[in-house]
């Protein structure tokens, strides 16, 4: 039988003190792999250090920064593998990932994302002293956040179990060529309107309502830099804070469903009144959020009708993930549905 084709595609931007030990572990892997490199007009030494690796990687470079939605979608449409795994330039993998990845992707037809355990590692790749969970996917909280499972637990053999969960995060995510061309709409996988943060969650909930899955596989490892967490919003760049607002409005008007609002409105209220009073009284350079969510408006609402005239699961399924706790599902339950 043949071996499914891999593409990695990565999007750099300043990625100068990262990007070379991330490809060459890429490279490393022990399943064969093409790359697409797409760089979003970086200004440090990022395109010297993408040099050495022509002719063993495909490098596009962009004149101007596009975004990450929009520059991923670009590195995705250069390729035609079977699967794609998106990759950050602040990722190292293990030499098993991918084909630890595709281990498990077997069993069911419907998986269309993979992901691994991301495990945190220190600025310049330096190995923390003891080790942090990053990712072991996403999941949804009643209010309408998303977040990585296990972040910033100690890791002590938590989520050991191949399992299914509602989305991966795009920091290593490996999509099948087939949901991509299922759930995409007319500019691409990722939604270029939300240009950075939260375009693999919004992913994630619009491959659920079209009934794909995705997979949690602990045996594909890799080391990941977080440098945008939960906390303190001072800490975050104030353009990904801003991102951030309009984003989280964005992917609602598009993906939500009836019993997700019924049964969470309550939750979803609070947080949005704590959102714009903060951004009122606290955070005065996130409000173009909403003169921005305003203008992408109309162009959402036409996403979401197409949509959920091709929904293929039942609102009491999609809001049983819409939980208080990350909730995954074993795959002999899930295989027998």
Request: include cysteine; hydrophobic fraction near 40%.
């Amino acid at each position: 039988m043949t071996r499914p084709s891999v593409c990695v595609t990565l999007v750099t931007c300043n990625s100068q003190p990262y990007i070379r030990a991330c490809l060459d572990a890429v490279l490393r892997q022990d399943y064969p792999v093409d790359v697409v490199v797409v760089d979003n007009a970086s200004l440090d030494g990022t395109r010297m250090e993408l040099a050495p690796f022509r002719g063993r990687v495909r490098v596009l470079l962009n004149d101007r920064n596009t975004g990450f939605a929009a520059a991923q979608n670009q590195a995705i449409s250069a390729c035609r593998s079977d699967w794609v795994l998106t990759l950050n330039p602040d990722v190292l993998l293990h030499p098993g990932f991918v084909a630890g990845l595709l281990d498990s992707s077997q069993h069911d037809a419907r998986v269309g994302t993979l992901c691994g355990k991301l495990l945190r590692i220190g600025k310049g790749f330096v190995h923390l002293g003891t080790p942090v969970i990053d990712s072991t996917g996403i999941y949804f909280t009643p209010n309408l956040r998303h977040f990585d499972r296990g972040s910033g637990d100690i890791d002590e053999g938590q989520y050991p179990d191949t399992e299914y969960v509602f989305g991966a995060s795009a920091a290593a995510a490996m999509y099948r060529r087939d949901m991509i061309e299922d759930v995409s709409g007319s500019d691409g996988f990722f939604d270029p309107d939300f240009f950075a943060y939260r375009e693999d969650a919004d992913v994630a909930w619009r491959a659920q309502l079209l009934g794909w899955r995705c997979l949690y596989v602990p045996a594909a490892v890799g080391h990941h830099v977080r440098r945008v967490r939960p906390g303190p919003r001072g800490n975050v760049p104030a353009v990904l804070n801003m991102h951030s607002v309009k984003n989280r409005f964005l992917m609602r008007v598009k993906n939500t469903t009836g019993a997700v609002l019924s049964d969470h409105w309550g939750p979803i209220l609070t947080r949005d009144i704590l959102i714009a009073g903060g951004c009122l009284f606290y955070e005065p350079s996130s409000l173009p959020a909403f003169w921005r969510f305003a203008k992408a408006l109309p162009g959402a609402l036409r996403k979401r009708k197409e949509i959920m005239a091709r929904r293929r699961v039942s609102d009491q399924y999609l809001a049983q993930w819409f939980a208080e706790e990350p909730r995954a599902v074993p795959l002999p339950e899930y295989a027998l549905r």
